[in-house]
């Protein structure tokens, strides 16, 4: 056996106890549904600010989802718009703040779902903008476009997650 296949049986048997792991695992089950399946290189922004903010999302580790550690429980922290609390949800699909930039990336994703396999209609959420992957319909290509357009939305909103 060469060692160049010996590496790749080892880098095999690594991966797929990584996975079973990964599969079974009682942490980070916020971020395993939204990278279910290990050792494949993420899609990340080129600015730095941009790809620091969504690994915290993905991690679950944003300053949107610390809040009820920043504050007492009790008291979560209100967005600037005053109309909702400040998380994830608010943030991506309803803050007032961000409506032009979220009407450009309605539309672009939209687009791009009606170009896919996808029959339903789209409905734009928080896991379909962090890992479009999940959706077994969308594309490879698909998939890294609505990356892109949620990386655009993340820069133009100017917020450090
Ligand atoms: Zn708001």
């Known amino acids: 056996m060469t060692t160049g296949a010996c590496k790749c049986l080892v880098r095999k048997y690594c991966t797929c106890h990584w996975q079973r792991k990964w599969n079974i695992t009682d942490s980070g089950r916020s971020t395993y549904e939204l990278v279910p399946t290990v050792g494949q290189k993420p899609q990340l922004p080129s600015r730095r600010n941009t790809a620091i903010s969504f690994v915290w999302i993905l991690l679950h580790e944003s300053n949107l989802h610390r809040q009820p550690y920043r504050l007492s429980a009790n ?87």
């Not at 979560?76 to 979220?102: M, T, V, W, Y």
């Not at 609505?146 to 100017?158: D, V, Y």
Request: with cysteine.
């Open 75 to 161: 008291t979560p922290q209100l967005c600037i718009c005053g109309q909702s609390i400040d998380d994830l949800e608010h943030f991506f699909l309803e803050c007032n703040q961000h409506d032009k930039a979220r009407q450009k990336l309605t539309s672009d994703i939209t687009s791009v779902w009606n170009d896919s396999e996808n029959s339903e209609k789209c409905r734009i959420s928080v896991p379909l903008l962090l890992a479009p992957a999940v959706n077994s319909n969308l594309s490879t290509s698909d998939c890294r476009t609505i990356l892109s357009c949620t990386f655009k939305f993340l820069q133009q909103s100017g917020r450090i997650l």
